[in-house]
């Protein structure tokens, strides 16, 4: 949501030039899609420091380019009716961008530049799962989880080009005294080149081609992207299997078994005018896989996906995406279709945004989804049905969100029912 926010503030602020040509035709690099700066020019556009703020959704839009940030934050800079906080923001903006703002013949001293070199952005969350499963004709099994998550994410420069990232979650059950956890997720060293992007560590596991059907989780290892519309995406490491969902197959397996499996991944993603869509292929090894599979001698997992959206326009967005492990003889398959209606936008209060989905969700291949309700540590794995839900920002960075799932157990065809609620605090 916040790269469409971002876009639809270039196409209003550069003159002469639609932004895609624009971009195309610069000989600047793409600002990576979790740079934190989007979150400040969407904080500025939510301020009115920036004008032109509209489109507040977001279904596989294109990243911006520095070039392109630069000529917003030079606006930025000549506005003097600002805020101290928003003042705070457009100078680490120009700090972090000095060299296109020098092009543009905007001056940005040393000591401004080299302002800030660690980041700290996060949030504080509560999560809450409902869960009813048909036991037997008449009676359901009833499980009630809560959580409460405060995480830290610091951005650290080394120099113009390479980054240092983290993801540190601390977790409890808030009716445990003694139920906290705290663990470093994700720890990598990124550099970001013109087209060409290199991650290094313990880093994101994201099935972005099917809008996070199979994956979203972290694995040790190497990631390179490359390309400008249509991006290639090589991956190879290890991922824990204990991080596939509780309830799974898979799970039990890694438990009784090996707990670590080999990978190796290739994605391709791209966008078309309002068409995007990917494709990707993904390959896992490890012992554990001989307890899911249909060839108990197979130690293999071959997961075969791909997905697909249109954006009709600024407010309705329709996707879909399909998934098989080749491995697996039973529960093998995945595929979804979701439409959504607007989106929240974390910066602008008010901004709200609506979905419905079908959802199939094969424990062999959906072995660590995005989705809220089937998260790892939710215990709803292995259905199948119709998923409700809905986004709301009450205040500047405090999102809450609620969801419904209604639908058939794939093993036993017994219903299944799922009431998820968060809020989060974002800083």
Same mark, same amino acid.
């Given at each position: 949501?916040?790269?469409?926010?971002?876009?639809?503030?270039?196409?209003?602020?550069?003159?002469?030039?639609?932004?895609?040509?624009?971009?195309?035709?610069?000989?600047?690099?793409?600002?990576?899609?979790?740079?934190?700066?989007?979150?400040?020019?969407?904080?500025?556009?939510?301020?009115?420091?920036?004008?032109? =703020?509209?489109?507040?959704?977001?279904?596989?839009?294109?990243?911006?380019?520095?070039?392109?940030?630069?000529?917003?934050?030079? #606006?930025?800079?000549?506005?003097?009716?600002?805020?101290?906080?928003?003042?705070?923001?457009?100078? #680490?903006?120009?700090?972090?961008?000095?060299?296109?703002?020098?092009?543009?013949?905007? &001056?940005?001293?040393?000591?401004?530049?080299?302002?800030?070199?660690? #980041?700290?952005?996060?949030?504080?969350?509560?999560?809450?799962?409902?869960?009813? =499963?048909?036991?037997?004709?008449?009676?359901?099994?009833?499980?009630?989880?809560?959580?409460?998550?405060? &995480?830290?994410?610091?951005?650290?420069?080394?120099?113009?080009?390479?980054?240092?990232?983290?993801?540190?979650?601390?977790?409890?059950?808030?009716?445990?005294?003694?139920?906290?956890?705290?663990?470093?997720?994700?720890?990598?060293?990124?550099?970001? @080149?013109?087209?060409?992007?290199?991650?290094?560590?313990?880093?994101?596991?994201?099935?972005?081609?099917?809008?996070?059907?199979?994956?979203?989780?972290?694995?040790?290892?190497?990631?390179?992207?490359?390309?400008?519309?249509?991006?290639?995406?090589?991956?190879?490491? &290890?991922?824990?299997?204990?991080?596939? /969902?509780?309830?799974?197959?898979?799970?039990?397996?890694?438990?009784?078994?090996?707990?670590?499996?080999?990978?190796?991944?290739?994605?391709?993603?791209?966008?078309?005018?309002?068409?995007?869509?990917?494709?990707? @292929?993904?390959?896992?090894?490890?012992?554990?896989?001989?307890?899911?599979?249909?060839?108990?001698?197979?130690?293999?997992?071959?997961?075969?996906?791909?997905?697909?959206?249109?954006?009709?326009?600024?407010?309705?967005?329709?996707?879909?995406? @399909?998934?098989?492990?080749?491995?697996?003889?039973?529960?093998?398959?995945?595929? /979804?279709?979701?439409?959504?209606?607007?989106?929240?936008?974390?910066?602008?209060?008010?901004?709200?945004?609506?979905?419905?989905?079908?959802?199939?969700?094969?424990?062999?291949?959906?072995?660590?989804?995005?989705?809220?309700?089937?998260?790892?540590?939710?215990?709803? /794995? %292995?259905?199948?049905?119709?998923?409700?839900?809905?986004?709301?920002?009450?205040?500047? /960075?405090?999102?809450?969100?609620?969801?419904?799932?209604?639908?058939?157990?794939?093993?036993?065809?017994?219903?299944?029912?799922?009431?998820?609620?968060?809020? %989060?605090?974002?800083?």
């Amino acid at each position: 949501m916040k790269k469409t926010l971002v876009s639809a503030l270039t196409t209003a602020l550069v003159v002469g030039a639609a932004s895609t040509t624009f971009a195309a035709a610069n000989p600047f690099s793409d600002v990576p899609a979790d740079h934190w700066a989007y979150d400040a020019v969407s904080q500025l556009a939510a301020d009115g420091v920036i004008e032109g =703020y509209g489109d507040t959704t977001f279904r596989g839009q294109q990243n911006i380019t520095r070039y392109e940030m630069a000529q917003m934050i030079a #606006k930025a800079m000549a506005r003097t009716d600002v805020s101290a906080s928003d003042k705070a923001l457009i100078d #680490k903006l120009a700090a972090e961008f000095s060299d296109e703002l020098g092009n543009l013949g905007v &001056r940005v001293s040393n000591l401004e530049r080299n302002a800030d070199m660690v #980041k700290w952005n996060g949030q504080a969350r509560y999560r809450y799962w409902s869960q009813r =499963y048909e036991k037997e004709k008449g009676s359901k099994d009833k499980k009630n989880k809560d959580q409460l998550t405060f &995480r830290f994410e610091p951005t650290a420069e080394v120099n113009a080009n390479w980054h240092v990232k983290a993801r540190i979650d601390a977790s409890a059950d808030p009716s445990e005294d003694g139920s906290a956890t705290m663990a470093v997720k994700r720890v990598w060293a990124q550099g970001d @080149y013109r087209n060409f992007q290199v991650k290094l560590g313990k880093l994101p596991l994201a099935s972005t081609e099917t809008a996070g059907m199979l994956f979203d989780d972290q694995f040790s290892g190497a990631q390179v992207t490359f390309g400008n519309k249509l991006k290639a995406t090589l991956e190879a490491g &290890r991922w824990d299997l204990k991080n596939a /969902n509780a309830q799974s197959a898979l799970n039990s397996a890694a438990k009784a078994t090996d707990d670590t499996a080999n990978y190796q991944g290739i994605m391709l993603n791209g966008t078309a005018g309002k068409l995007y869509g990917g494709a990707a @292929y993904r390959h896992f090894s490890s012992a554990a896989f001989t307890r899911i599979n249909d060839d108990a001698s197979s130690d293999d997992a071959n997961l075969w996906s791909v997905g697909a959206g249109y954006k009709f326009d600024h407010n309705w967005d329709l996707s879909g995406a @399909y998934a098989k492990n080749t491995e697996a003889d039973t529960d093998a398959t995945a595929h /979804n279709i979701q439409l959504n209606y607007k989106g929240a936008q974390k910066a602008n209060k008010g901004s709200w945004g609506a979905y419905t989905a079908y959802r199939y969700m094969g424990q062999n291949v959906a072995f660590a989804p995005l989705y809220e309700m089937f998260l790892t540590d939710s215990g709803m /794995n %292995n259905v199948k049905g119709w998923e409700v839900g809905a986004e709301y920002i009450p205040f500047t /960075n405090v999102m809450s969100k609620i969801q419904y799932f209604n639908g058939k157990k794939l093993d036993s065809d017994r219903d299944a029912e799922g009431l998820f609620g968060q809020v %989060n605090f974002f800083f």
